[in-house]
């Protein structure tokens, strides 16, 4: 019989949104893992999601599995059996757990020795019998945010299940998930469908829930409608969609059948900070805010409902209805905290703690404007601007609008301080302090802003790990991974030629706890260089990275410069060569046991080959030494690369280990210098050349 596609959909209550992509995905991925461990041949998987339903469909699944020849191996003959040829414990042990008397075991003789065997062929399963069991691993192993219980199931999953399809081909797998009993019926709309949808083979499955059930299963289709949907009624309605890409995924993890519509607000709100605005609508509402040609906000949105109303209008009044006092408490805060300036609230910040161990708010505020002035004079800029702003900094998680939107914390502190009439200088780098926020997100601008948001993390992650609580496995609460690898951002992107160890030396001497080291913070920031360069560029080798990090240089700037010096010298003709006579030096000085060698002396140099080098040294010493002072590590490596020739010759012609002891440690002194003039620049003997 020809194998068949398999369907499973577990149905659920509304899945949380924010999770359902990623629950999707992993489901397809697990769903392919388990597959693949019990050997089941099959073709592309296909994933599915809406809010009530997480489904996946297997091409061309395997009937069965193939049939397999299994050997195991027992004791060896002389343990298995006694003097008088009895079979011991270990044999009727080993008998009894391949299920056969110690008579019908095998011998298996090799130049080790005789063992006792058993050999068998297997005869594979039917998938549709393992499936039920596949499925509860791959469902077991799902990120899923909180698990739960239902009714008097001892089950647990993100949401109560209440059905579950499992086809293969037209057939029924027989079999339960999560306590659920498998069938084909699945659910449509809760409001556009009526009754259970019979599920005739998984070929029928998306086009009978969209068409009998109002559910557009496929996430990705949804999505696009969502998008398509949203953006068509904001060019109707004379402007264009404001930051839709963080919002497309989560509508459509909202909604089954996507119906847009456009509403309209109070003008008068417009006087608000337009993020003020923007987070009323997205994060509260999940509404699309809407956007002129030249960028400022019009009073409309674009919801997207769950339905196709007879009464849209009734539907637009709703939503216009449910924005108005969101809108209208924003309004309030906005205008009570400026009665307040935010020097104001600076007392208040010694009240409220910031983490047990390093004191209050304005504990922390104190400590990021010493670390903040640091910079500043390690920068030659006047360090009065961005002090102030470090006091100022926390001053806005004391107000009613950053209580109500946390996540505008920083950005309320610029326009606060812009009211309160401080300086541009000292109002940006409050609204920057926070930047980068994620993986990817924007820099801060001004020079003010970089110092502070500098500060701002080199504060966090040494004070943490000041009071021992540094992240482990994958629990990292205080994101000081995010926060570091920041700072790596801004110091490489921005050009800020600093030494990291002097940086964090200085975040350190400020805390009130002391329970790490400058050597663990610097591997702990140095680290997230590892993900920063090799997951940008693609053709940046595991090797090339290590060569230079074995140097530890202070400047990530500087670090910058090596890597690439290095990746281009792998380029280069003599490359190979060099890289290969380095790791040679590195053993042969290592197996010398790295010995305490005098100064390289001329006058033992007999052989050609060996003076030639190291007249080759001096030249090359020479040339290089200003260019390693302006940091010029591509010139010096090129230069560097025309050694290969006296090398190549030195190591064909001369021999290093011999008795005579002066000049065997001369020659090693030779190889040192060699050696010690790449490490200059990198540890190439690191480099796998090809």
Not at 60 to 69: F, I
Not at 371 to 388: K, N, S, T, Y
Not at 431 to 451: H, N, S, V, W
Not at 635 to 651: E, K, Q, S
Request: glycine share 6%; charged share 25%.
């Amino acid at each position: 019989m020809s194998d068949d596609d398999f369907l499973v959909e577990i149905g659920t209550e509304e899945l949380p949104p924010k999770a359902l992509r990623s629950l999707m995905d992993a489901f397809t991925v697990n769903v392919t893992a388990a597959l693949d461990d019990a050997n089941l041949d099959h073709g592309p998987l296909r994933s599915y999601a809406s809010p009530r339903r997480l489904a996946v469909i297997v091409d061309k699944l395997a009937r069965r599995q193939p049939d397999r020849h299994v050997a195991l191996k027992g004791p060896p003959v002389s343990v298995a059996f006694d003097d008088a040829g009895q079979p011991t414990p270990a044999a009727t042990a080993f008998a009894k757990k391949c299920g056969v008397d110690v008579a019908e075991l095998d011998r298996s003789r090799s130049s080790k020795g005789e063992w006792l065997v058993f050999e068998r062929a297997e005869r594979g399963q039917d998938a549709v019998a393992l499936m039920p069991d596949l499925i509860e691993r791959a469902l077991a192993s799902l990120p899923m945010p909180r698990r739960m219980r239902w009714g008097d199931s001892d089950a647990e999953f993100v949401r109560p299940v209440h059905w579950i399809i499992m086809l293969y081909g037209s057939e029924v797998v027989d079999g339960a998930v999560l306590g659920v009993a498998a069938g084909r019926h699945t659910r449509g709309h809760r409001f556009h469908s009526a009754g259970p949808l019979e599920i005739t083979t998984p070929a029928d499955y998306l086009a009978k829930l969209e068409a009998d059930g109002r559910v557009i299963a496929d996430f990705e289709r949804r999505r696009a409608l969502v998008k398509e949907g949203v953006e068509a009624e904001a060019e109707r309605a004379g402007g264009h969609i404001v930051d839709g890409e963080a919002l497309y995924d989560e509508v459509a993890a909202l909604v089954e059948w996507p119906v847009p519509l456009t509403g309209r607000f109070d003008e008068g709100f417009l006087r608000l900070p337009r993020e003020v605005i923007v987070s009323t609508l997205t994060g509260h509402q999940r509404y699309f805010p809407v956007a002129a040609a030249d960028g400022a906000l019009l009073p409309l949105f674009v919801t997207v409902a769950n339905l196709e109303s007879r009464d849209p209008g009734a539907v637009r009044d709703g939503n216009e209805r449910v924005i108005r006092p969101r809108l209208a408490d924003a309004a309030f805060f906005w205008d009570t905290d400026q009665r307040t300036p935010l020097a104001a609230r600076e007392a208040q910040l010694r009240e409220v703690v910031y983490q047990r161990g390093l004191g209050s708010l304005h504990d922390r505020s104190v400590r990021i404007a010493s670390i903040a002035g640091f910079l500043a004079g390690a920068l030659a800029m006047d360090p009065a601007p961005v002090e102030r702003a470090a006091m100022l900094s926390k001053c806005d998680l004391l107000t009613g609008m950053v209580g109500e939107f946390p996540e505008l914390q920083g950005t309320m502190g610029r326009y606060y301080a812009e009211a309160d009439g401080e300086s541009a200088e000292v109002s940006l780098a409050i609204g920057e302090q926070y930047l980068p926020r994620f993986a990817g997100d924007a820099l801060p601008t001004t020079a003010p802003g970089r110092i502070l948001a500098l500060a701002d993390k080199l504060d966090t992650i040494t004070g943490v790990f000041a009071i021992g609580k540094k992240p482990t496995g994958n629990r990292d609460p205080f994101a000081l991974r995010r926060a570091a690898l920041g700072i790596v951002r801004i110091l490489i992107e921005c050009d800020f030629d600093l030494d990291l160890r002097a940086l964090l030396t200085e975040a350190l001497r400020v805390q009130p706890a002391q329970k790490t080291d400058v050597d663990e913070l610097y591997d702990f920031v140095t680290e997230r260089l590892r993900h920063y360069f090799l997951d940008a560029d693609p053709d940046l080798a595991t090797e090339t990275f290590d060569a230079v990090m074995t140097r530890k240089p202070t400047s990530l700037v500087d670090f910058r410069a090596r890597l690439y010096a290095v990746q281009a010298f792998l380029s280069l003709e003599g490359a190979e060569s060099l890289a290969a006579a380095n790791k040679r030096i590195r053993n042969i000085l290592r197996q010398a046991g790295d010995p305490e060698l005098p100064e390289l002396n001329r006058k033992l140099l007999g052989e050609p080959a060996e003076a030639a080098l190291c007249e080759a040294l001096d030249g090359a010493r020479n040339t290089v030494a200003p260019l390693l002072e302006k940091h010029d590590y591509t010139a010096v490596l090129t230069i560097l690369a025309a050694l290969r020739g006296p090398v190549d010759r030195f190591f064909d012609d001369v021999m290093v280990m011999i008795d005579d002891e002066a000049i065997r440690n001369n020659r090693l002194a030779l190889l040192r210098a060699l050696r010690a003039l790449f490490l200059n620049v990198a540890d190439i003997s690191r480099l796998s050349v090809t």
